[in-house]
Structures are given as structure tokens and as C-alpha cells.
């Protein structure tokens, strides 16, 4: 082997050396990007069902406090949005909340029936359904009692 052969094998043999290191680090590069991405994925899920599960609530407040304060059209168009919320949830909610949600599902119509016919007791069992969502959802239930306040003179 002459000398000039034995410069171009070494020259061959560095820069297979070098494109395996380089090849190996972004390998490892792509691998953490790949890891990254997926936990951020998750992150994403997790955050998109916890949105979900607050504008459920939300949406079932809003509605419970438009049918106390006599606005039971609004209260009915807010309660039936919940209840479509509330249907596309059940399937992706967590099992041991689905036989509850589920339950709450077979009240909708008589609900709706009672903002519809502006009854007064709608106020009320929007607020029972929502308790119901809270506990069904494992949140702390507190119940707060509201006085009218007092007039001036009165």
C-alpha cells in the first residue's frame, strides 16, 4: 500500500468517524425532542380536560344563577348547552365519575321543561345539579346561604 492510499483510507476512516458521532448526536437530539414533544402532547391533553370539566361547571353555574335571578330563557339556552357538554364528556370522563354524569344526563328533559315554563323551582334544581356535578367531580362541596340585604329604613 502506497503512502497516498494510506492517506486516503484514514482520510475515509475520519470522516466515517465523524458522520457516525455526528449522526449518533442528532439521533439523541431528535430522541429528547421526540420525549419533549410527547410530554408537552400530554400537558396539552391534560389541560384541554381540565378546561372542559371547568366550563362544564361554569356553563351550569351561569345557568343556575340566570333561572334564580328570573331569566329563565337564558337559564334554559345555558342549561341546554351544559347538557350537550355534559353528553360529549361522559364518554371521556374518568370511570368512576360516568355512572353519575350519566345520571345527571337522564334529567335534562324535565329540566329544561321546567325553565321552558319559567317555573320558580328551576333555579333550584340547577343548583342541585350542580352540587351533584361538584361532588360527582370530587370537589368540596360548600353551600352558602344568602340573605336579602336589608333596606335602608326598613
Do not use: K
Not at 11 to 17: G, T
Amino acid at each position: 500500500m502506497t503512502q497516498e492510499q494510506r492517506n486516503t483510507w484514514i482520510v475515509v476512516a475520519v470522516v466515517v468517524v465523524a458522520f457516525g458521532a455526528g449522526a449518533g448526536w442528532q439521533f439523541a437530539e431528535a430522541r429528547q425532542a421526540r420525549q419533549e414533544r410527547d410530554t408537552a402532547r400530554q400537558e396539552v391533553t391534560e389541560l384541554e380536560e381540565s378546561m372542559a370539566v371547568e366550563r362544564l361547571e361554569a356553563t351550569l353555574a351561569v345557568a343556575t344563577v340566570a333561572a334564580q335571578f328570573g331569566d329563565f330563557e337564558r337559564g334554559r339556552q345555558l342549561a341546554s348547552d351544559y347538557f350537550v357538554l355534559l353528553q360529549g364528556h361522559v364518554n371521556v370522563a374518568p370511570e368512576a365519575t360516568r355512572p353519575a354524569l350519566s345520571e345527571m344526563l337522564t334529567r335534562r328533559d324535565g329540566i329544561i321543561t321546567t325553565l321552558s315554563r319559567a317555573q320558580p323551582e328551576s333555579g333550584f334544581e340547577l343548583a342541585s345539579l350542580l352540587t351533584w356535578l361538584q361532588r360527582a367531580l370530587g370537589r368540596e362541596v360548600t353551600v352558602a346561604v344568602f340573605q336579602e340585604p336589608e333596606t335602608p329604613g326598613g
